[in-house]
Nanobody, 119 residues
């Protein structure tokens, strides 16, 4: 059974930092592309960052240079380090993975962790 459990969210002032944690079970994070998404109130869920199986990373333009995705293979955990936070970063942040087995894909989301950035 695949489970993704996020933690690390909270309330922070603009310019501050948070580190989000996605603890995975039922999968091996180093064998899958792992993603972070976010959803602000009244808006669609949007892509934030990806770390590929090979370890390469990519980011949404608005967070490049401020956010860093990484993983700890020993802990089977993915992180999102967020620096220089802005009020517009306020959202629920989700960890996500798509598994493809026998040509069938399944999407798995965590429960989300709230990030609130005050001005």
């Amino acid at each position: 059974q695949v489970q993704l459990v996020e933690s690390g969210g909270g309330l922070v002032q603009a310019g501050g930092s948070l580190r989000l944690v996605c603890a995975a079970s039922g999968i091996t994070v180093s064998s899958n592309a792992m993603y972070w998404y976010r959803q602000a109130p009244g808006k669609q869920r949007e892509f934030i960052a990806i770390i590929s199986r090979g370890g390469s990373t990519d980011y949404r333009d608005s967070v490049k240079g401020r956010f860093t995705i990484s993983r700890d293979n020993a802990k089977n955990t993915v992180y999102l380090q967020m620096n220089s936070l802005k009020p517009e970063d306020t959202a629920v942040y989700y960890c996500y993975v798509r598994l493809v087995r026998s040509s069938v894909s399944d999407d798995y989301w965590g429960q989300g962790t709230q990030v609130t950035v005050s001005s």
